[in-house]
């Protein structure tokens, strides 16, 4: 089974604090996704990545940078916090869009970030 | 832009009970494909059911159906026989087939399913 694997399930952070979270994959998947999930907004893209060091904006990047230095880890950075990034960030990755099995996208847990 | 509508918030079915919940979508494409994922509470989302849309017969995956209406864009998941593992987020979610946007799922906001003993 896909495993897509976020290493911190809850945090608090402070307003102005440098966030990282950081998503892991086992799957060897060129795609990995961030999304952020707030009540009655449903998900929303945030960035997208289709290869190592590659990175495309989604619908709501503002605030938000990633990293993907290795093909299973891509990581989500807020540089610096704030109250309305308070949100369940999701993290997901999908094979190439070949075949069926490109179209199955699998998520990881979900972290909850609260910003004070 | 294309976008995915589900207007039920929340829904409700005793158990053992049939549900349908409801989802609409806006493009302009005639290739994607259609999705319904599944959050349980504190759990990985997980994809419940896929329709191509080139294919006219609704997709099943046991206990759950849709009703697809490419000419009405409405993608409906019917859940049959339902069971207390069932109570989840819905979430509806639409994807082309081709281009640049190829690699963007957009979901729509979701359904909570309660499911009643």
């Known amino acids: 089974d896909v495993k897509v694997t976020q290493s911190s399930r809850y945090l608090v952070k402070r307003t102005g604090e440098k966030v990282f979270l950081e998503c892991v994959q086992d799957?060897?998947?060129?795609?990995m996704f961030w999304y952020r999930q707030d009540p009655g907004l449903g998900l929303r893209l945030i960035y997208f990545s289709y290869d190592v060091k590659m990175k495309e904006k989604g619908d709501i990047p503002e605030g938000y940078s990633v990293s993907r230095e290795k093909k299973e880890r891509f990581s989500l950075i807020l540089e610096s916090a704030s109250t309305n990034q308070t949100s369940m960030y999701l993290c997901?990755?999908?094979?190439?869009?070949?075949?069926?099995?490109?179209?199955?996208?699998?998520f990881g847990e979900g972290s909850w970030l609260t910003v004070v | 832009a294309q976008t995915v509508t589900q207007s039920q918030p929340e829904m409700s079915v005793q158990e053992a009970e049939t549900v349908t919940l409801s989802c609409t979508y806006d493009?302009?494409?005639?290739?994607?494909?259609l999705f319904w994922y599944k959050q349980p509470p504190s759990r990985q989302m997980i994809l419940v059911i896929r329709q191509e849309a080139y294919k006219q017969q609704n997709a099943t995956e046991n206990r759950f159906s849709v009703n697809f209406q490419k000419a009405a864009k409405s993608f409906s998941l019917k859940i049959s026989d339902s069971q207390l593992g069932d109570a989840a987020m819905y979430f509806c979610a639409y994807r082309p087939s081709y281009g640049g946007a190829t690699n963007k799922l957009i979901f729509g906001t979701g359904t909570l399913l309660a499911v009643q003993p």
């Open positions: 493009t302009s494409e005639s290739d994607y494909y």
């Open positions: 997901a990755s999908r094979p190439p869009l070949t075949g069926k099995a490109g179209n199955t996208i699998y």
């Open positions: 799957m060897d998947h060129e795609n």
